[in-house]
């Protein structure tokens, strides 16, 4: 994808309408994991010191935002770039594992959680999951 295709890409996805309250809900609960005030939050991944208060006044913060907070907060940046509303950057997407390499029904459990589309509830299937996991090898 060129540059101009990309510049066009997000162009667009700014154009939709912005639910501000899925991002909102995801850095308040990254914020108090962290133990930080939004000021903190905000300096400690290289924004200003008000940048997280006018998104959780529900101004959509950009790509780079989404990246910096991201990496302050240890989380994929897709995550916070879908929940905003631009489509998620391929630079971004860590392939692990083969599917060739798993049972089949470990792929089939992955393929159904890569078909929830909010990245919030996938994100929280997910650790339910591995909650489960972890109590199955604790008991064995």
Same mark, same amino acid.
């Given at each position: 994808?060129?540059?101009?295709?990309? +510049? $066009?890409?997000?162009?667009?996805? %700014?154009k939709k309408k912005f639910d501000? &309250?899925?991002?909102?809900? %995801?850095?308040?609960?990254?914020? !108090?994991?962290?133990?930080?005030?939004?000021?903190?939050?905000?300096? %400690?991944?290289?924004?200003?010191? &008000?940048?997280?208060?006018?998104?959780?006044?529900?101004v959509r913060p950009t790509v780079?935002?989404?990246?910096?907070?991201?990496?302050?907060? $240890? /989380?994929?940046?897709?995550?916070?770039?879908?929940?905003?509303?631009?489509?998620?950057?391929?630079?971004?997407?860590? $392939?692990?594992?083969? +599917? !060739? =390499?798993?049972?089949?029904?470990? /792929?089939?459990? +992955?393929?159904?959680? +890569?078909?929830?589309?909010?990245?919030?509830?996938?994100?929280? /299937? =997910?650790?339910?999951i591995k909650l489960l996991l972890?109590?199955?090898?604790?008991?064995?």
């Amino acid at each position: 994808m060129s540059p101009s295709e990309i +510049a $066009k890409v997000f162009r667009q996805g %700014r154009k939709k309408k912005f639910d501000p &309250q899925p991002f909102i809900a %995801r850095v308040h609960e990254l914020m !108090e994991v962290h133990n930080e005030s939004y000021r903190q939050a905000s300096l %400690r991944s290289g924004l200003d010191e &008000q940048a997280i208060r006018r998104i959780l006044d529900g101004v959509r913060p950009t790509v780079t935002s989404c990246v910096l907070l991201a990496q302050h907060f $240890k /989380v994929d940046p897709n995550e916070f770039i879908t929940l905003v509303g631009y489509p998620a950057l391929d630079i971004f997407k860590v $392939k692990t594992l083969s +599917a !060739e =390499s798993l049972p089949p029904e470990a /792929v089939e459990v +992955a393929i159904e959680i +890569a078909k929830i589309e909010d990245a919030g509830v996938r994100r929280q /299937v =997910s650790e339910a999951i591995k909650l489960l996991l972890s109590k199955h090898f604790e008991s064995n």
